[in-house]
């Protein structure tokens, strides 16, 4: 079974930026759908940033200019780079998989099938 971890998560301050990492368990970067979401208490997991077998990526409009979505397929490893951090971006980032896809990646939560457990990021207002 496919196992997802997400790091790299915390604390900063308003303007500041964070790394965040996602190891997977399995050589999945070359053929699925990978992405980054995040959620907040009360409200539905939003799709942040997408990349594809190709390396085509989608940015959702809230954070495009400020992240960045990454992959490196010799450490299995997906990344997101987040600059020009808000209060409003504090939330649990979460990444996933969409293993019945490699193209035409889709920002519905619900469509991606392996999940890591979340890292928090806080910024404080």
């Known amino acids: 079974q496919v196992q997802l971890a997400e790091s790299g998560g915390g604390s900063v301050q308003a303007g500041g930026s964070l790394r965040l990492s996602c190891a997977a368990s399995?050589?999945?970067?070359?053929?699925?759908?990978m992405g980054w979401f995040r959620q907040t208490l009360g409200k539905e997991r939003e799709g942040l940033a997408t990349?594809?077998?190709?390396?085509?990526?989608i940015y959702a409009d809230s954070v495009k200019g400020r992240f960045t979505i990454s992959k490196d397929s010799a450490k299995n490893t997906l990344y997101l780079q987040m600059t020009g951090l808000k209060p409003e971006d504090t939330a649990m980032y979460y990444c996933?998989?969409?293993?019945?896809?490699?193209?035409?990646?889709?920002?519905?939560?619900?469509?991606?099938?392996?999940w890591g457990q979340g890292t928090q990021v806080t910024v404080p207002s």
């Open positions: 996933a998989t969409d293993t019945s896809r490699s193209w035409y990646c889709t920002m519905d939560a619900t469509q991606y099938n392996y």
């Open positions: 399995e050589f999945m970067y070359s053929k699925d759908c």
């Open positions: 990349i594809d077998h190709a390396a085509n990526i």
